[in-house]
């Protein structure tokens, strides 16, 4: 598989392995993606103090009202984050 390749199919096991844990296994429950954010995006998640500002981010994830995150709505998150990332180094290299 090409690097590209690698990165789309570790993304979906990601998401399945978090999902599956409980519930809807399409779906990340508050719970599931909590840890998900926490074990797979330490660096950032150290810089998230605030328990009500993660609260918030995972309400904002939730386009669909459903108090869970399905699988777009996280790819939209980590479209986001990705691009921020992108912006971030890309002003750091400048």
């Known amino acids: 598989m090409t690097d590209l390749e690698t990165s789309m199919a570790t993304i979906l ?6 999902s599956e844990r409980e519930g809807d296994k399409h779906k ?14 330490p660096d950032l998640m150290a810089h998230v103090n605030d328990q009500a500002a993660l609260d918030s981010l995972m309400d904002s994830l939730d386009t ?5 995150c399905n699988f777009q709505e996280f790819m939209t998150f980590i479209s986001v984050v990705t691009v921020c990332c992108h912006e ?5 290299h400048d």
């Open 13 to 18: 096991t990601v998401f399945q392995k978090y």
């Open 28 to 41: 990340l429950k508050k719970s599931e993606l909590k840890d998900l954010l926490h074990d797979e995006l």
């Open 64 to 68: 669909d009202g459903d108090a869970e």
């Open 88 to 92: 971030f180094f890309k002003d750091e």
